[in-house]
């Protein structure tokens, strides 16, 4: 799907908090229901990159060999309209730890001391209802990767597909790949750091960033 086919809108309210998955919202613009770091909008290394057309080969058998069998769903992250009400519930009730907050645009709850399993925002969606049937709810679906040449081959692999990517970026705890599915979906690609080199606060509260992810380092992977 090209950026140029997504329908412009609107991006995140702006809040005093920094946003987490994103540089500063001022160099961000939205494209269609995707946040993309505008520094890949025209980068050059990346149009050269991703050249090669989309195939309408048959994508139903792997073209490329076998995703790694350590390949699993990482968090799940989900447009919310009250953060609160959602942390009531996900950490109140069911138990999930809350590990970060930024103010009301986003929280980061996990189970057994992860940095985050589910995540909240209110980018697009404070004071929002329900989406109606026939509709999506995803902001992203996060793939967790088991090794950091893992997340390399995936990233040679879009480039081989002429698939596009929305940003890519160095969050601290993890490396992350963003694209849109063909059905409009978020998708994150992502390999984390080990534990130990986590960004943590003076408290060992986690600190996670976001930073331009250099690709071409990627790749040398």
């Not at 063909?182 to 994150?188: F, K, L, R, T």
Request: hydrophobic share 35%; net charge neutral; charged share 20%.
């Amino acid at each position: 799907m090209s950026n140029a086919a997504r329908p412009a809108r609107a991006g995140p309210a702006k809040d005093s908090d920094p946003p987490p998955f994103g540089n500063n919202m001022s160099a961000q613009r939205a494209i269609g229901r995707r946040v993309v770091n505008a520094h890949l909008i025209g980068d050059p290394y990346w149009r050269t990159m991703m050249q090669p057309r989309r195939s309408t080969a048959n994508t139903a058998l792997p073209r490329f060999g076998s995703v790694p069998a350590g390949t699993r769903i990482g968090h799940v992250h989900l447009k919310v309209a009250d953060i609160d009400r959602m942390l009531d519930f996900y950490c109140g009730v069911l138990g999930f730890e809350l590990t970060q907050k930024y103010g009301t645009q986003a929280a980061f709850v996990s189970a057994g001391g992860y940095h985050h399993h589910l995540a909240f925002n209110t980018w697009e969606s404070a004071g929002g209802t329900p989406p109606p049937p026939g509709t999506t709810g995803l902001f992203h679906l996060a793939i967790l990767y088991p090794e950091r040449t893992d997340l390399a081959d995936a990233l040679r692999r879009l480039k081989s597909a002429g698939i596009e990517l929305d940003g890519a970026s160095d969050h601290g705890v993890s490396q992350a790949l963003y694209l849109t599915d063909p059905e409009g979906n978020g998708v994150e690609l992502y390999w984390d750091r080990p534990e130990g080199e986590w960004p943590r606060n003076a408290d060992g509260s986690l600190a996670m960033t976001t930073r331009r992810l250099d690709l071409e380092n990627l790749l040398d992977a």
